[in-house]
């Protein structure tokens, strides 16, 4: 098993960067690659970005997130981060960070509680 725990969030003022963290831990190894998710208020759960924990570091964004964060990893420490850039309102959300398990190729099987953001103008 693997537990994730997020860390970081808060309020925000619109154009202030903010960082996230997440932090794995339980049986580490077994993970291939994490991910940040979020949700915003009445809205579907979308993804932000994900980054390979083994075999390289192969680092993916949709087109609508792309510029908008930097994910980045620290392997020895089993974490991820979330950098976000210049935030906007439409950034209010709970992210959460997820991890698949080797050697799945799609979907996560473990999620962290999330940490709320909220984007003040």
């Known amino acids: 098993q693997v537990q994730l725990r997020e860390s970081g969030g808060g309020l925000v003022q619109a154009g202030r960067s903010l960082r996230l963290s997440c932090t794995a831990s339980g049986n580490t190894d077994s993970i291939s690659e994490m991910g940040w998710f979020r949700r915003a208020p009445g809205k579907e759960r979308e993804l932000v970005a994900t980054?390979?924990?083994?075999?390289?570091?192969?680092?993916y964004y949709p087109d609508s997130m792309k510029g908008r964060f930097t994910i980045s990893r620290d392997v020895a420490k089993n974490m991820i981060f979330l950098q976000m850039n210049s935030p906007e309102t439409e950034g209010t959300a709970v992210y959460s960070c997820?991890?698949?398990?080797?050697?799945?190729?799609?979907?996560?099987?473990?999620w962290g509680q999330g940490t709320q953001v909220t984007v003040s103008s």
């Open positions: 980054i390979a924990m083994s075999g390289g570091d192969k680092i």
């Open positions: 997820a991890a698949r398990r080797a050697p799945n190729l799609i979907g996560y099987n473990y």
